[in-house]
T-cell receptor
């Protein structure tokens, strides 16, 4: 089955800095890669996703890049703000599976 | 559309008891997945139901079971509770589950004493 590794587990940045979270996956058949943000005490919510036919996708301060050859994808947050503080989960879904495999999460702390 | 809802939101049980949690998906969604979330372990997949049938199952003991009704609402049951079952239980729904965005409910926080 699919295996997703996520790094770092904790990331501390100053407000205004950029943050990068990286994930690797094992199944070359995976074709859908969503990123979820979970604020303290709240449900995970999709913030951005990318499919295997696209190398990069941007949405305002958030971007995701995908390298299918190396089997890794990354989340980039620019101009971080305190409200970006949360746990971020990456996931990969194989074409033959209905279920995404999640990484263990990255706790992002943005200091004012 | 209303989002995914879960009941109850909080639950306290003692070891050996059983518990039933409920999840109502977004209207029109037919796939419901369940996850266990504990600190440091991320989201551990329990099982997924589609059209009243369990379509996928994670690596959890048989004490964890579930079902789905004709209106797509789903329940999960944990029998003979153990201390280690204390966790946040999340359900998520999608239209059909095939490489689609999952929409999560608020979760049920279970504490086993």
């Amino acid at each position: 089955g699919e295996n997703v590794e996520q790094h770092p587990s904790t990331l501390s940045v100053q407000e205004g800095d950029s943050a990068v979270i990286k994930c690797t996956y094992s199944d070359s058949a995976s074709n859908y890669f969503p990123w979820y943000k979970q604020e303290l005490g709240k449900r995970p919510q999709l913030i951005i996703d990318i499919r295997s036919n696209v190398g990069e996708k941007k949405d305002q301060r958030i971007a995701v890049t995908l390298n299918k050859t190396a089997k890794h994808f990354s989340l980039h947050i620019t101009e971080t703000q305190p409200e970006d503080s949360a746990v971020y989960f990456c996931a990969a879904t194989s074409g033959g599976s209905y279920i995404p495999t999640f990484g263990r999460g990255t706790s992002l702390i943005v200091h004012p | 559309k209303a989002g995914v809802t879960q009941t109850p939101r909080y639950l306290i049980k003692t070891r050996g008891q059983q518990v039933t949690l409920s999840c109502s998906p977004i209207s029109g969604h037919r796939s419901v997945s369940w996850y266990q979330q504990t600190p440091g372990q991320g989201l551990q997949f329990l099982f997924e139901y589609f059209s009243e049938t369990q379509r996928n199952k994670g690596n959890f003991p048989g004490r964890f079971s579930g079902r789905q009704f004709s209106n797509s609402r789903s329940e999960m049951n944990v029998s003979t509770l153990e201390l280690g079952d204390s966790a946040l239980y999340l359900c998520a729904s999608t239209l059909s589950g095939n490489g689609e965005t999952q929409y999560f409910g608020p979760g049920t926080r279970l504490l086993v004493l």
